[in-house]
């Protein structure tokens, strides 16, 4: 009886574990043209769509809203109500909205919005289960999330919006790309480079279809991270790996192009995925993780993809090439001098470090090991806020935890650094 018991449980666990590697390309089938990062695909028709969101709701509504949790060490500590703002808010804002990309505050900032995989879906970022890892907390999301407010969920939007409290476009809560409460986060688990010239299309569709933007005069800041399933999924699948920067870099280049040319008044920040070695190799990770980096990392992790220390060295080489494209390409001659468009790489994933006086600090990443806990959002968004006001050759290349060594615009450097305001 125990045996059989054994037996079963195991089974039920192969089943969820092969659920869950088969779920990128299971979420892949539910495009929806108009809404969603994927390409449309032969199941890109009504019934099937119905299909896809049905399961999709289902799944939700068997995790719950995760994202509500109060109690939990994957939270970041909460800032008092008797402390205030960090920042003093009055150079925030400019007396008219800037003309120029390059005199661009905090408060000028009307619209939010991002493209990118899952960690720009917060997947999984208020998970403590295996069932949970697979709602998006896009609420708490650290470039794009709304959700509450700077105190107790920092987001970029949570921080813009001490400075302007109209700003829209930022996620409310839980929910996936086809979900209104997304807004302007069309971000999909499991994406890659290839889809991100398709990704800012429909984008671009929903900023320009809303009502509350004006879409030729509103200010909007853009945030890009991609590379995550490329790197750890993709990459050892090509025929030619070798060849895959130079592929990132044309897609890079289509969709910035795009953007320049049809997003009016944008600033994009590019930020690079962290080092996939960072959670795929961290020491002293929890069983759990470590069958779901099988997964989640097959070029990297187990027998799948006969994955071994040379060929982890090369797929490492390949991501190296790949963060050094996302570096290059924001810097190039096209995309500079603009008055209505910059893009800048923010490097704070650079040097990354996930750990604190007693080693690796796993309350900041989810419970697989590899997605980041709110906790871990709330670091990156300071991060990236840190990096917008800092200039080009002097960004920090790591994190701390947010309001430590936090940034404020000031009266002598009031404005976002481009490369051409520094
Ligand atoms: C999924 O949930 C959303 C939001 O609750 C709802 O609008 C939509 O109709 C649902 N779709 C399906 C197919 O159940
Ligand atoms: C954050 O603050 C909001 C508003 O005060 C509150 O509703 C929410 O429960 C808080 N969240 C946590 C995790 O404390
Ligand atoms: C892994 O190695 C085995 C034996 O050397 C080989 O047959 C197989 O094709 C390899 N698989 C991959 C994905 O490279």
């Excluded at 390309?25 to 969101?53: C, G, M, Y």
């Excluded at 499991?190 to 200010?219: C, Y």
């Amino acid at each position: 009886m125990k045996m059989w018991f054994a037996q079963m449980s195991l089974n039920i666990f192969l089943i969820l574990l092969l659920l869950m590697c088969q779920e990128n390309k299971f979420h892949r089938w539910k495009v929806d043209a108009q809404l969603s990062a994927f390409r449309p695909t032969i199941f890109d028709n009504t019934e099937w769509r119905l299909f896809f969101h049905l399961y999709r709701n289902i799944t939700m509504m068997m995790a719950g809203r995760t994202g509500l949790k109060t109690r939990g060490n994957f939270l970041q500590t909460p800032v008092p109500e008797s402390v205030p703002f960090p920042c003093d808010t009055s150079v925030g804002r400019s007396r008219e909205p800037p003309s120029s990309v390059h005199k661009l505050r905090p408060g000028d900032v009307n619209v939010i919005a991002a493209i990118g995989d899952s960690v720009i879906t917060a997947s999984g970022a208020s998970a403590t289960s295996f069932l949970e890892l697979y709602t998006e907390n896009r609420g708490l999301s650290w470039c794009i999330g709304g959700q509450w407010n700077w105190r107790n969920a920092t987001t970029l939007p949570n921080i813009l919006k001490v400075y302007n409290p109209k700003l829209v476009g930022y996620s409310y809560r839980d929910s996936y790309s086809f979900h209104w409460d997304s807004q302007f986060n069309n971000a999909e688990i499991g994406a890659i480079s290839k889809e991100l010239p398709h990704m800012a299309r429909q984008m671009v569709t929903r900023i320009k279809s809303d009502r509350r933007v004006n879409f030729k005069k509103d200010w909007k800041i853009l945030t890009l991270t991609i590379g995550g399933n490329d790197i750890c999924a993709y990459v050892c699948t090509m025929k030619n790996p070798e060849s895959l920067p130079l592929k990132h870099r044309r897609n890079l280049l289509t969709t910035l192009r795009y953007l320049r040319d049809n997003l009016p008044r944008t600033f994009v920040n590019i930020v690079s995925m962290p080092d996939v070695e960072k959670v795929a190799s961290v020491a002293g990770k929890p069983a759990i993780c470590w069958i779901l980096h099988h997964g989640e990392c097959p070029c990297w992790v187990g027998p799948i993809h006969n994955s071994t220390d040379s060929s982890r060295s090369r797929w490492a080489r390949i991501q190296k090439q790949y963060k050094k494209v996302e570096e290059e390409v924001p810097q190039m001659d096209e995309f500079r001098g603009l008055d209505e468009f910059a893009v800048v790489h923010q490097p704070w994933t650079k040097r990354l470090s996930l750990n604190d006086d007693k080693g690796v600090d796993f309350t900041l990443l989810s419970y697989d090991c590899f997605h980041m806990s709110q906790k871990g959002h709330a670091r990156a968004a300071a991060a990236l806020w840190n990096n917008m006001l800092e200039p080009p050759g002097k960004k920090r290349l790591n994190w701390d935890p947010p309001y430590v060594n936090f940034r404020c615009p000031s009266q002598q450097n009031p404005y976002f650094y481009t490369y051409d305001n520094s």
